[in-house]
């Protein structure tokens, strides 16, 4: 038998970060002595967002989803004995990218590491972080522009970097078809590519070079056909956009480049032991096909409905890609899929869909003016609402959640507040304190002219990554830079999306909804009250604000006034509008981990304004015995990933109106 050459391995990746700089360089250490070859850098809110672990929007989130880095300090120990001229890292960071590279770069340069040869990627996509993510700080157009002087910097210092992975990723995770995720991303890559030539920082013939260096960040769901389907067509689509539109004649500058996350959204807190196959299915979609395979893949773990992973379930997931390389003959063939009939049909349906749609964006002004008129996120909005009332009805069938419910007690489960880890919550309290000294030892008047120099830079036209990479030396802050540039562009309130939402659901007579709008019609009645009003807030940081908006539209269908103002605001603040718009009942939606600080925050708040009896119910990635804490601080209620029926949800939320009001329970059946 003739001895094949088998391909190199695609680039493993774990998504890692959480408490300190000091605890994620020991896990990521650990994590390459087990095989990994690429590291991939989770930060947390507070960073992510451009604020300083001591702000107040910061409490609760410091070290929960990622680990905190304020300062250049914090970005040694994260790397420290990890020689970083050798590795290849991708940093999840969109609004503060910028800073965070730069932050990386100057760490790299304290090692004695050639700037040259730095190899990785930060995803910098801020068009999906008003999508989807929430994690954006400034205006579109401020924001673009950082986006363009990232790239064009990078080109000239750290040619080997990809300063942006355009990510469709977290568009199917706020419900986006597969045409919309390719159009979407492909007229984002578009709106930054021209910005990037408009700039007139790059020469005519280095035009490829840019090119090149966009990579992609995509989803790979659990309809395997689909989306090995939807990657080539991503490859047919881009290669068609660069040579046509950028005039790029290089084959190989052309290449549609992604690394891949699997599904996260198709992960079930119900019978979690299920999400390891679906994890194995949806990492074939984007490895079995050669001509369309990922360049690197992450994979989620089996328990991340449940809360943060431990070491040992990111391991799992690992050897899940180290068994499928290693072990199989999957990288010694050409592709398995050329020739196919079927395969083929599907692509050329997702590409005439995907241009079409792109060429609606286009008409519009491209995708930062569909971001700004509310367009793009009314669609996703609107596609994630049909998707939850396909799972209701059963249409969309997950095993475990709608479908084959039954089940032998889950061992992995048996203890479930240590199936996965806990964040100690004394750490916040130490991050701040070394925040603190840091700011103390440092040169204040180096720190204070670096940030005013980039604030002259940002009023300008100038590029503004070497005034960052200054601002990293001088000791200057995540938030201070942040914060300096908020100064000069202002902040950005994205759209909801929810009220241009069109109706998913019907209430025709006999439906479940129609029942409930029935028991909230009969409330408001019962309350004296014209309409019941409820107001979906979300605390804190957290911008997964997918769960939120259905909510809050299905509260609209089923006859609520609902008061939703979107992400990113205090408990002060959430409690200032409850009273304001005299509401029956306050939602709250926190997925980070920090509800165990912010929400007691508004009980109290509520109580010391005279309001307790407004009944406040949780819903998020919340372990059991948190819920049973939150109930016993007065919480009505607390809803997690598990209870998918949000028809019932409402009707439930009707019913503690109903308790909060001293009513009889209605027999109308919800």
């Keep these: 038998m003739t001895e094949r050459k088998k391909d190199r391995p695609w680039l493993m990746r774990t998504y ?34 451009g604020y300083d672990p001591d702000h107040v929007l910061a409490r609760g989130e410091v070290g929960r989803v990622g680990v905190p880095v304020s300062h250049l300090g914090d ?118 590519l021209d910005a990037v030539f408009a700039s007139g920082q790059v020469p005519e ?54 690394g891949v996350q699997v599904n996260s959204l198709g992960l079930t807190e119900a019978q979690p032991e299920n999400n390891v196959q679906r994890i194995v299915l949806e990492m074939l979609a984007v490895t079995l096909s050669k001509d369309a395979r990922a360049r690197a893949v992450q994979l989620p773990a089996w328990n991340e409905a449940l809360g943060l992973p431990r070491p040992w379930d990111q391991q799992w997931s690992l050897r899940i890609q180290q068994v499928l390389a290693h072990e199989s003959d999957l990288l010694e063939y050409e592709d398995i899929f050329a020739g196919s009939h079927v395969v083929e049909a599907k692509v050329e349906e997702l590409v005439e869909e995907s241009l079409a749609e792109m060429g609606r964006i286009e008409e519009m002004g491209g995708a930062m003016a569909a971001v700004e008129s509310g367009y793009l996120k009314s669609q996703l909005v609107s596609s994630h609402a049909e998707r939850r009332a396909r799972i209701e009805s059963g249409d969309e069938k997950i095993v475990g959640v709608n479908v084959y419910e039954t089940t032998e007690p889950n061992p992995l489960t048996a203890d479930l507040d240590a199936a996965i880890m ?44 070497e005034a960052t990479v200054e601002c990293a030396r001088a000791g200057v802050t995540t ?9 000069v562009f202002g902040e950005f309130r994205a759209p909801t999306g929810v009220s241009s939402a069109p109706v998913a659901v019907t209430a025709e007579p006999g439906t479940p909804l129609a029942l409930v709008r029935e028991k909230v019609r009969r409330t408001a009645e019962d309350v004296g009250a014209g309409r019941l009003r409820l107001l979906v807030g979300k605390p804190g940081l957290d911008g997964h604000s997918n769960g939120a908006e259905q909510i809050a539209v299905r509260a609209r269908d089923a ?39 912010l929400v007691p925050d508004v009980l109290l708040r509520l109580r010391e304004a005279g309001a307790p009896d407004i009944p406040v119910i949780v819903g998020g990635i919340i372990p059991n015995a948190d819920a049973a804490e939150l109930k016993r601080a007065g919480v009505a209620a607390v809803f997690t990933p598990k209870d998918f029926g949000i028809t019932e949800i409402i009707g439930r939320i009707v019913d503690e109106i109903r308790k909060a009001n001293k009513l009889d329970p209605l027999e109308v059946p919800a």
């Design 479 to 487: 938030g201070e830079w942040s914060w300096a540039l908020r100064d």
């Design 205 to 258: 013939e280095r035009k490829g070079e840019v090119v090149a260096r966009i990579s992609f960040f995509v989803n790979a769901g659990v309809r395997f056909i689909e989306e090995m389907c939807k990657m080539r067509a991503f490859g047919r689509i881009w290669e068609k956009v660069t040579r046509e539109r950028y005039g790029i004649e290089n084959p190989k500058q052309r290449r549609f480049r992604y």
């Design 559 to 597: 006859g609520f006034e609902v008061v939703y103002q979107g992400i990113r605001l205090t408990p002060e603040q959430i409690v200032d509008a409850a009273l304001a718009e005299d509401v029956h009942c306050v939602g709250l939606s926190i997925l980070s981990g920090s509800h165990a600080e």
């Design 422 to 465: 806990t964040v100690d919550p004394a750490n916040e309290a130490r991050v701040v304190a070394k925040l603190h000294e840091w700011r103390d030892n440092r040169d204040e008047a180096r720190a204070q002219e670096s940030l005013a120099a980039l604030k002259a830079t940002a009023a300008g036209t100038g590029n503004l990554f």
């Design 75 to 192: 970005m040694r120990r994260l790397f420290q004995d990890i020689p970083l001229e050798q590795m290849n890292t991708s940093m999840t960071i969109n609004a503060t990218a910028m800073w965070l590279l730069a932050l990386y770069q100057v760490v790299a340069e304290e090692q004695g590491a050639d700037p040259t040869k730095l190899q990785g990627t930060t995803q910098n996509d801020i068009v999906k972080e008003y999508l989807s993510r929430g994690t954006h700080v400034f205006p579109p157009g401020p924001s673009l522009r950082l986006t363009t002087d990232m790239i064009t910097y990078t080109v000239n210092r750290i040619p080997k970097w990809n300063p942006i992975n355009i990510c469709s990723y977290h568009l199917q995770e706020a419900g986006a078809t597969p045409v919309q995720e390719i159009s979407y991303a492909m007229s984002t890559a578009i709106a930054v």
């Design 16 to 49: 890692a970060g959480h408490s300190t700089a000091e605890a994620s360089n020991e896990l990521y250490r650990r994590n390459l002595a087990k095989g990994q070859t690429g590291l991939s850098v989770a930060f947390d809110l507070p960073t992510q967002t």
